[in-house]
């Protein structure tokens, strides 16, 4: 390695640190404060404990019914984002595989809803569907999910199968396979990195989401974000609890992530192997 | 005439997610949409009452000023998450040994929902940052920055892009790892510097990657909720309300179920021919390549 | 009938001094088939909400009929944006609490009129919640705002609360606290207290009658009233600028200001806040064994002036129970558990008693009582109320929204100094004008 190299690689290096450390901070600041009590939080919050107190993990796991609120959040992100993998990677292959006019006015509506805002849609929305919310509410944020979801991850999707030759297609129904096992045999396979990708997208903004699960789930089946906001009242805020109640809802996602973030790495090398 | 085989075709793979979609979004968005021409008050509307609620919506002067800030706001926070965005996913594609741990690190912020991160950032801003200031004499800390327009606006692009520049990283990751190895070697044997490769080799081949990143960051400034909310409140003085907060604001805090529906289909026309100007012209330029 | 006059302070006064023979009867002791779910909105605040939710429990384990439930609100919305959803996806609270927007609600929830409850409070702290004669909702308890102070300040620097008679008093106690070496007040520039209480010391101050009174907000809601006119608008102002000049503390404009506030006072730096009795819970916590008092904000020079010698005190909140979307086993499991609450011995140890002892600290409002205040502001505040000298909660009338607009924008404007006192004034007018009088039982 030359010299001139190496150079750009420290100073690429320092760059990277600091700019980590940034993003990180505020999550730092987030797990100290939660070993802290309130008056100490409010005095200084920047600064270390003195005394550690897990009295805050512990009310906030209490009050939070942490384990039925994780349970319900994996059952709705899993089946959500499940969902919406195996439909919108169905239909974005077809608008991309059928040049006819109205595949493309299909794709156009799919771009045209992303930037409807929820609030349009809110009010309307719920009295429609009031009947069937309150027949299984779960089920009925799933289907939601996959309803708000299905535009973004089409679209994402649609972007990738573009890149794939048609000859791959050509060459599986030559062999003699159908069009539902030569995409999923063939083509849904060399889409990793980007069904990784759409997983995160839609995990992410699932599992944080709020306004939606407010307006659909009740006390039993609440999911963990909005079982956090039980400490952030209209005026005070019980920091130190809310501060526990986070760190606690962030790690089953950071661990998904982790986890991920493997697949991710492997959509990578096969992508260099290629 | 379509064949019974495309047809077939269309049953199989597009049918389910197609009729999902139409009944959560294009139905009760129409039915908004007919809304806004009647004396709607959130619980029933009886009858119709013309463009009087478009009119009423545009002779609102904090409708105007919120459009102006919202404007502001997607050109800024949509330049610079992009860039920031773009330099950290050349950052973690580079050789560096802790290239995966950085790209952890960047995404970090991602895993937290808006409020909250907005009540961590509010804390920030007003207690550690001010404390900080107050012990070094940092005289542009000393005041919170959220106590004042300008720079509540810098606080809110901060935090913008500190959360959303780890999810765009990830698009240009994508974007990044697609192009071949053996074309990066050819033109390094060619002996093209790094900023030249990078300018007509590495940016040419992912212009799919910033078709879609723009295209993001251009919808979630418009849609910026959250962070708004949770981090100025609209405030100082109710100058740092984006439209979504306007809207809300509208409709549910003062009751004006009308105006504020059509609000919502004005700021989604907005969009939409920002989005489609957007699209159009990143998709010349991918085809030109 | 819409008074808050000398019959309601009188009531409360009863309430609070004597304690009437107990009314306690045990909550239903019928069996049921299947227990009903019923649910509430919110937990009336949130500086109680581990006491409320405990109160909920004993409640839910003492009888066989109903499972209350409770529903968290998004605490960055208010309360109509809260509600409003919730009953367009047919999924309304059976319970739910509000003050201002009691207005909006009353077609949509229950006449309580002949409940128990109702008959156990007086007249007047029924009135704010009685629209055109149907009684929308029941009251949760008394509360009163002012000038807060640490006793053990006061009391070092050799003040005597009961001396400020009038502003020049207040004046001369801040700079007494100053040469002390202690900051004098923490004038808090949170949007609520700006926008909601510190106007209505304005406007309870404004006429020495409740009609008078209305007839200001008539002037003001029809455009022709000239604040700056108004001898007791100057003076307001000018307490407004003695705040501001004594305020010991930075201006911080956002939601983050209340907690701080309590901190400050707390600490034992600050002599005097502009707060409610609301923070004594939390004031307690953050400093236990200290004592926090409660006094008048004399905004005049004259010891005699109307209001100078007065705290304003008042309901800060109904209950009411939804009548379009609940069930009839609904309604009455959630008056069943109001009654409960506030009748049962077990529900008035919740009630009455201080959060040191698992209660939440509330005045009571309802005859019958047998667990009655003990911290030293609830007995201050008693007070101030057996002695007449309480001023009427004018924003209980203040249209849905207007203590937002007017809280969140001129007044903090004014506190920092970005407008001057003209166009405070131009601006509040504004804000009024054309508002619908509600106060007159006009529909909102």
Redesign the interface.
Known sequence: MSARARIGKRITFGIGLTLAFAYVFPFFLVFVNSLKLKPDILANPLSIPTHITWDNFQQALTKMNFFRSLTNSIIITVLSVSLLIIFSSMLAYYLSRTKIKLTKWIFLVLVASMIVPFQALMIPFMARFAPFVSLNNRGALIFFYIGFGTALSTFLYHGFISTIPTEIDEAASIDGASDMVAFWKIIFPMMRPITATVAIINALWIWNDFLLPRLVLTQDTQTLPLSTYLFYGQYSIEYGQAMAGLVLAVIPIVVFYLVLQKQFISGISQGAVK | MPSARATKRFLKFALVPLAIFSMVLVVPFANGFYLTFTNWDGFESSKFVGFSNYTKSFQDPTFWATLRFTTLFVVVSLILVNVVAFGLALIVTSKLRSRNVLRTFFFVPNLIGGVILGVIWQFIFNSAITSLAKKYGWTLFEQSWLNDTNKAFWALIIVTVWQSSGYMMIVYITGLISIENDVLEASQIDGASPLRTLLSIKIPLMAQAFTIALFLTLRSGFMAYDVNVALTGGGPFRTTELISMHIFQDAFANGNFGTGQSKAVIMFLMVAGAALLQVSVSKRLEVQR | MKKFTKIGALALASALTVSVVAATSPASAATCAKRTNVTMLGTI???I?DQFQAAVKKYNTSQKCYTL????G?????F??NI????????APTISYTLQEIP?MADKVLDLKNTKLAKLVSPGLLAAANVGGKQVGVPSTAEAFGLLYNKKVLDAAGINPASIKTRTDLENAFKTLQAKGKKAVHFSA???SLGAHFTNIYHASSAKTHEGRLAVLDSLSDGNKNLTTDPVWKNWLATFDLLKKYNGS???????E???S??DL?SGDYGFLFQGNWTEP?LMT?AAGTDFGIMNLPISTSATAYGNDSIPVGVPGYFMIDAKQSTKAEQAGALDFLTWLYTSAAGQHFVADPVTKGGMGFIPVYSGFKVQPATFMAREIAKYVAAGKTLEWINTYYP??LQ?TVG??SM??YF?D?ISSADLAKAIQDAWKGSTKTWRGES?
């Open positions: 605040k949130t500086e909400k439930k409770t529903i968290i998004d605490s960055k919305l208010t109509l944006q409003t959803p919730m009953y367009a996806a047919k999924n909006n949170i949007w609520w930075e201006a911080n404009l956002t939601d983050t209340y907690d701080a309590i901190t707390a939390n953050a849905a929204g937002e969140k924008v903090q404007q920092t970005k909102a």
